[in-house]
């Protein structure tokens, strides 16, 4: 009779390669998702009319030219067993989302630090990015000394997952200004 759980390993997925395609870098784009509306989103993520609804009903907030970069996850350890020291049980997410549009977004900023109720999803060349947990954002607003430097809103973007974000086509017509 065994008395320990055995067979811990976990299915291994085949690692893809020989695509010869590289990915540029930079967040380029993002959008906050409540999530309320993220089960109707994941479901379907590469269909644009999916998102437009969620835009109409004001479930989603799309940045469609932004700045900024991910950190990857920096591992979140706790106490091992055994012989084994250490182990993982999660990954603190960073993205630094910097939005270019400055002037009138105060109010928007005040109101969306105070909320956890959104995923963030983000685009870089040709690949999307959505959270499975959402978020907690930080906004700053900070002004150089220097009358050459624009003044943009700086997100820092942070959640706690056991998994990388999932990874999509960009839908097409998705992160473009409307107004």
């Given amino acids: ?9 976990t299915s291994i997925e085949d690692h893809i390669c020989g695509t010869c395609v590289n990915e540029l870098a930079r967040i380029s784009s993002a959008a906050y998702i ?28 799309i940045f469609p030219d932004t700045q900024g970069d991910y950190d990857g996850g920096a591992p979140q350890m706790g106490q091992g067993f055994g012989r084994v020291e250490e182990k993982i049980n999660s990954y603190l997410f960073t993205a630094n989302i910097i939005d270019p549009v400055y002037k009138g977004n105060r109010d928007f900023y005040n109101s969306v630090y105070k909320s956890q109720n959104f995923h963030v999803a983000w685009t870089t060349e040709s690949i999307m990015y959505i959270s499975d947990k959402p978020c907690t954002i930080i906004p700053t607003n900070p002004i150089a000394n220097d009358l050459k430097v624009e003044v943009f809103w700086n997100a820092q973007v942070k959640w706690t997952s056991e998994n990388f974000a999932t990874e999509h086509e960009i839908p097409s017509n998705v992160f473009v200004c409307t107004a």
């Fill in 34 to 61: 409540n999530k309320s509306y993220y089960p109707t989103l994941i479901a379907n993520p590469e269909d644009a009319n999916v998102w437009a609804a969620g835009v109409n009903a004001g479930l989603i907030v």
């Fill in 1 to 9: 009779m065994a008395y320990y759980p055995s067979g811990c390993d």
